[in-house]
């Protein structure tokens, strides 16, 4: 099994970065992991809908570039599907009896995603009904991922 994060603008904090290594180191032990960023677009201080509209459109264009054919795409949105980390580890195990090999997360910028994003998503996940920060929603998406394998292979993790 292939995970694949694509990301809208880098960790710039080192808390942040050294949070994602630790998981993804962590995470390889279970499967491949690619982390790719794109670049994050600039909006003006007070964006119209329709400059923020334009500013997910060309960060969408960026993300769905970077998708392998054959991928199953989850969207993060914070409107989407709730999970607890069990039904999110069966929902990871299923996929290669489904014949897919690669699951393809995308985590937009700071105005999210676009709508040609999520047309494209098999899943829209939310990580929670709380909104974050995008560089910590890529850490906590690594920790569930991580959660997730461990579950899956009946590890203990702390609950």
């Not at 990580?127 to 590890?155: C, D, N, W």
Request: hydrophobic share 45%; with cysteine.
């Amino acid at each position: 099994m292939a995970i694949h994060l694509i990301c809208v603008g880098g960790l710039k904090e080192r808390y942040w970065r050294e949070a994602a290594d630790e998981y993804r180191k962590r995470l390889e032990r279970y499967c491949s992991v690619t982390i790719d960023e794109v670049k994050e677009e600039r909006a003006p201080e007070k964006p119209s809908a329709a400059e923020e509209n334009a500013v997910k459109e060309a960060e969408g264009r960026a993300l769905l570039r970077r998708v392998k054919s054959g991928s199953r795409i989850v969207a993060l949105d914070a409107r989407g599907v709730s999970l607890s980390s069990e039904a999110f580890a069966e929902r990871l195990a299923a996929l290669p009896h489904a014949g897919v090999d690669r699951a393809v997360f995308l985590v937009g910028g700071p105005l999210g995603l676009a709508d040609s994003v999520f047309a494209r998503a098999d899943l829209r996940l939310s990580l929670s009904e709380m909104t974050f920060p995008h560089r910590m929603a890529r850490v906590i998406l690594l920790e569930q991922l991580y959660r997730a394998f461990k579950i899956l292979r009946g590890e203990a993790y702390h609950k």
